[in-house]
Structure formats: C-alpha cells, structure tokens
C-alpha cells in the first residue's frame, strides 16, 4: 500500500534499552522527519534528513540516533532509553513544497 | 530561526457556526509556505491547508479559508458551518527555514458543541 508506516504502534521498554522505531514510506519522497509530541509542547522535530545518506538534527536530537540508508526508510533509535523519551512519535516525509505526510505515530513508554 | 505563537489553546465553537484560530510567526525567510494541520483524538496529523506566501490570495479548501496578512506575520484559519467532526487540535506550522523543517506552533485545541 502507498503511504508512510510507522511501526510498532505502541511500544513498551525499560529504562536503558534500546529501541528502534521504525519509519517507511513508498513514494521516494526526498525529505523525512521524526518528531516527537509531549503535552505542552507541541510537535518538537528530533532529527531529519534530506535524502539517502544525509542526516541533520533538529531542535531535541539528545539521546536518539538516526540512519537513512535507503530512501524509503528512516528508524530512529533511543540508545539507552529514560523516562523523559516517553511520548509519542511521528515520522513524516515530504517532496518539499506541498506539505508533509505523516505516519500514524508510536506511543513510546519507558519505564 | 522560526517561531510560531498560537495564543488561543483552546477555542469552543457552536455546531454550524463560524470559528477563526490565530497564529502568528517569525521567519527570515522571503519565499515560504504557511500550513495548517488538524489532529483528531486519532492522533493522525491531517494537512488542512497550506498558503505560499508569494501569493495574495488567501488559500480555501471547502469550509476553511485562512486570513494571511504577510507584513504582519499573521496566518489565521476560519472554519465556517462547523461540525462535530471539525473538534481536534490545531497546529499552525510555516516552512522554508533551511531545509524544509516545519516548525509547529503549540496548537488550540478546537471543541464543537452540538
């Protein structure tokens, strides 16, 4: 199916593991995003990347790797997950001008 | 840098009837381009509406229209003949700082009452 997938749709880990949330997306859009929405703050970008094997943090990278191999996938990984990077997660993609897609989210608990 | 102020976080509208949601924002850029996005309890982001800047005319899509005023930074939305479906949240959001980030505001959150 066209679209952007964002999988797992709910996600439970500890503190101090890692985790990988994983972004895919069929139309070789050029541009993906991950954010990530807390209460009070909005949507808050994390990190994104502007083609294969271009990678640029955004306003709240600490704390999360990211890797773009392919076009068409973009996992963002906690490394050692905590507290604070419980919330829920949405990845976008985008041809540039006409507005981005986003996927359905990951709700993220780390206890 | 971008900066996006939506100073109503929340907004009550009766069914059918007219409601508008402020935003204003702070670009450097010339050439941009100004969306709105609806986030029902789904949770699922849902482009509105989207406004370039270069143009005059204010962009419409059905029952939304937006009021941009480009020497005033200013991009509000008009929702007319409200509907119960219309209640979720609402994300001002401006693009063309480097790169094509978005930048969203903190969002109002919009409830329609029957």
């Known amino acids: 199916d066209a679209g952007i997938t964002q999988s797992p749709r709910y996600k439970i880990t500890e503190t101090g593991r890692q985790v990988t949330l994983m972004c895919h997306q069929t139309?070789?859009?050029?541009?993906m995003f991950w954010y990530r929405q807390d209460l009070g703050h909005g949507l808050r970008l994390i990190y994104y990347?502007?083609?294969?094997?271009?990678?640029d943090k955004g306003e709240v990278p600490d704390g999360y790797v990211v890797s773009r191999s392919k076009t068409e996938n973009f996992p963002l990984t906690l490394e050692s997950a905590t507290r604070s990077q419980t919330s829920v997660y949405f990845c976008?993609?985008?041809?540039?001008?006409?507005?981005?897609?986003f996927g359905s989210g990951t709700r993220l608990t780390v206890v | 840098a971008q900066t996006v102020t939506q100073s109503q976080p929340e907004m009550s509208v009766q069914e059918a009837e007219t409601v508008t949601l402020s935003c204003t924002y702070d670009?450097?850029?010339?050439?941009?381009?100004l969306f709105w996005y609806k986030q029902p309890p789904s949770r699922q982001m849902i482009l509105v509406i989207r406004q370039e800047a270069y143009k005059q005319q204010n962009a419409t899509e059905n029952r939304f229209s937006v009021n941009f005023q480009k020497a005033a930074k200013s991009f509000s939305l008009k929702i007319s003949d409200s509907q119960l479906g219309d209640a979720a949240m609402y994300f001002c959001a401006p693009w063309g700082d480097q790169g094509g980030k978005l930048i969203f505001g903190q969002g109002t959150e919009l409830s329609v009452k029957p």
């Open positions: 139309w070789s859009h050029s541009y």
């Open positions: 670009t450097s850029e010339s050439d941009y381009y």
């Open positions: 976008a993609s985008s041809p540039v001008a006409s507005g981005y897609t």
């Open positions: 990347s502007a083609a294969a094997d271009i990678t």
